[in-house]
């Protein structure tokens, strides 16, 4: 099973700043595989990212996905208040599907 | 409007079993994979089982293999979670989640219901 290793477990920014959230996996990672997501609390999941860069529907330019292999990103280049939430990262491999644990991105 | 509607949550006993229903709408639903994704509180997202378009294709987290069965009925626009022999660490908020599969281009789970409560507690 691939683990996905998603760090910092919380990132404390203030609006206007840029966040850097890392994931790292186990073993090697089809790009085409891999998917962000944020959760806010009581909400469900949202897919922000697939296939490691492409965004998803209605999703603002802000956010950018990169990264191949082992080691992917996803920048959000200036927060705004909406943005502090927790995110995932995701794969697929071998019809399995894993979860990292999530960063938490809270307001500084 | 896509929409998922879960439901079937509840509370059970170890041991006990429930099925979960999530209901599809907006979309031709036989023409999509679909999972079940759970979230235990506090915690993290965990994918919990997939199930193919035609229902010929299943695969589980092991946690659950031998326990819980996924399936489908496209005629009603469902997916299911049957669960059995539940413990106290299947308590969690279950997801059904529709998927974006093409071998070799993409896997994203593109819409989300909003979710069933599962407690197994004696």
């Known amino acids: 099973e691939i683990v996905l290793t998603q760090s910092p477990g919380t990132l404390s920014l203030s609006p206007g700043e840029r966040a850097t959230l890392s994931c790292r996996a186990s073993?090697?990672?089809?790009?085409?595989?891999l998917a962000w997501y944020q959760q806010k609390p009581g909400q469900a999941p949202r897919l922000l990212i697939y296939?490691?860069?492409s965004r998803a529907t209605g999703i603002p330019d802000r956010f950018s996905g990169s990264g191949s292999g082992t080691d992917f990103t996803l920048t959000i280049s200036r927060l705004e208040p909406e943005d502090f939430a927790v995110y995932y990262c995701?794969?697929?491999?071998?019809?399995?599907?894993?979860f990292g644990q999530g960063t938490k991105l809270e307001i500084k | 409007e896509v929409q998922l509607v879960e439901s079937g949550g509840g509370l059970v006993q170890p041991g006990g079993s429930l099925r979960l229903s999530c209901a599809a709408s907006?979309?031709?639903?036989?023409?999509?994979?679909m999972s079940w994704v759970r979230q235990a509180p506090g915690k993290g997202l965990e994918w919990v089982a997939n199930?193919?378009?035609?229902?010929?294709?299943?695969y589980y987290v092991d946690s659950v293999k031998g326990r819980f069965t996924i399936s489908r009925d496209n005629a009603k626009n469902s997916l299911y979670l049957q669960m059995n022999s539940l413990r106290a660490e299947d308590t969690a908020v279950y997801y059904c989640?529709?998927?974006?599969?093409?071998?070799?281009?993409?896997?994203?789970?593109?819409?989300w219901g909003k979710g069933t409560t599962v407690t197994v507690s004696s």
């Open positions: 989640a529709r998927v974006v599969y093409a071998i070799d281009y993409y896997y994203y789970m593109d819409v």
């Open positions: 907006g979309f031709t639903f036989s023409s999509y994979w």
């Open positions: 199930i193919k378009q035609d229902g010929s294709e299943k």
């Open positions: 073993q090697s990672v089809s790009s085409s595989y």
């Open positions: 296939g490691a860069s």
């Open positions: 995701q794969q697929y491999g071998s019809s399995r599907v894993t």
